[in-house]
């Protein structure tokens, strides 16, 4: 007999779900919103893009005038060229090239802060050991972040001088007995050490709070803050998906379907699951698509498992709270009021955490428990955890 009410319970949720689907899938407005929340999320990741240091990175100069005159062309050394191309690649920098005078041009037009040039002989003073005189820095008056900018500069400089002073200091060893390296050879033996593992240095970043003696790992700059923003979209977007998806089991109760299906013995929990598993059914598409936007710009694939379930979890929390919305809301009008009420303020407390991590120091511990909050947060730590 258990046997038997057990299999007619779980025919009711299939049959319900199948039902549920039919709904959903037919309902062009709930349809409209989804394909319409996959555009604005795809457009929303491609138009901020993932690679957020390109954007907060500081507007440079830079002039090249260590060159050699070959066959009638006007070639870089070597050694300026090896600096240029760090320069260029530095996450600090947005670099615009040029002559000294064009610079200057965009230098007093505020497009860039500072102006590095690269001074005739660059290559050949730090062959000598000469580290004076080789760098010129055009900064306009009152700039306060050029002293800053200059260190950072030097930084991308420290490979080249330390390679070079430490091979004018090599050749003074005695080599009796022993082989002498030559200039080229010495450069790619530091270069072979330089590329093993156990000569690797690198600084851990940890955040610690005094407070409530908690620490983690964080990867620090603006880019933190666009994935906090896409997080907050895409929980939003999410939400009103959710939001419309139950917008026909309001229906069915304002239109009185509801007690009709009472009076075919059907059991009103395995209603409840069945219009709970279809709705995160076609949400389960929807989270795929959003993790894929945001894997694929943040080129962060590896985190793709751990982003699903994260939007998993948190589409199973907001669908509860609209399913039990759609039951007690009077009307579909009431319904969709009130729910989007509930998105925005879910919406405002969870940006309010970003708000707390920028200005304010614990504004409000109780945010991070939000449902939006909570997302927020550990969707920037799996995509961080993933960028390691």
Request: glycine residues 6%.
């Amino acid at each position: 007999m258990k046997t038997f009410s057990l299999v007619s319970y779980f025919k009711d949720i299939f049959a319900q779900i199948k039902l549920s689907l039919k709904l959903l899938v037919r309902d062009r407005i709930t349809m409209f919103v989804f394909f319409f929340s996959c555009f604005c999320f795809f457009f929303i990741c491609s138009t901020l893009n993932f690679s957020a240091e390109d954007q907060s990175k500081l507007p440079i100069g830079l002039a090249n005038l260590d060159c050699v005159e070959e066959e009638g062309i006007s070639l870089a050394t070597d050694g300026s060229k090896q600096l240029v191309d760090r320069i260029l690649s530095s996450n600090s920098f947005r670099v615009m090239q040029g002559s000294v005078d064009n610079l200057k041009v965009s230098l007093r037009n505020g497009e860039i802060n500072c102006i590095f040039v690269i001074n005739k002989g660059y290559e050949q003073s730090l062959k000598r050991g000469y580290t004076k005189g080789i760098i010129t820095l055009y900064k306009s008056s009152g700039n306060k972040t050029a002293s800053m900018l200059a260190d950072v500069f030097a930084g991308e400089m420290i490979d080249q001088i330390c390679v070079e002073k430490s091979y004018l200091a090599y050749k003074k060893l005695d080599f009796t007995d022993m082989k002498e390296l030559n200039e080229e050879e010495y450069k790619q033996y530091v270069e072979k050490m330089k590329a093993d593992d156990e000569f690797e240095f690198v600084f851990d970043v940890k955040l610690y709070d005094p407070e409530t003696t908690n620490s983690s790992y964080e990867k620090l700059g603006n880019a933190v803050l666009y994935r906090e923003i896409v997080a907050g979209i895409f929980a939003m977007l999410l939400s009103f998906v959710i939001l419309f998806s139950f917008t026909y089991v309001c229906m069915e109760k304002e239109q009185g379907i509801l007690l009709r299906k009472r009076l075919t013995l059907l059991s009103r929990l395995s209603c409840e699951i069945g219009n709970l598993v279809s709705v995160l059914t076609t949400t389960f598409l929807l989270c795929l698509i959003f993790v894929f936007c945001i894997c694929y710009y943040a080129k962060v694939f590896n985190g793709f498992g751990a982003l699903l379930w994260l939007s998993i979890r948190y589409t199973i929390v907001v669908s509860l709270i609209f399913m039990v919305l759609a039951r007690i809301a009077k009307s579909v009008v009431s319904y969709q009021l009130i729910g989007a009420i509930v998105i925005l303020i879910l919406g405002m407390l969870g940006f309010c955490t970003l708000v707390d991590g920028i200005a304010f120091k614990n504004l409000l511990n109780l945010l991070e428990n939000t449902p939006n909050g909570w997302f927020i947060q550990k969707f920037v730590d799996i995509i961080l955890i993933a960028n390691r």
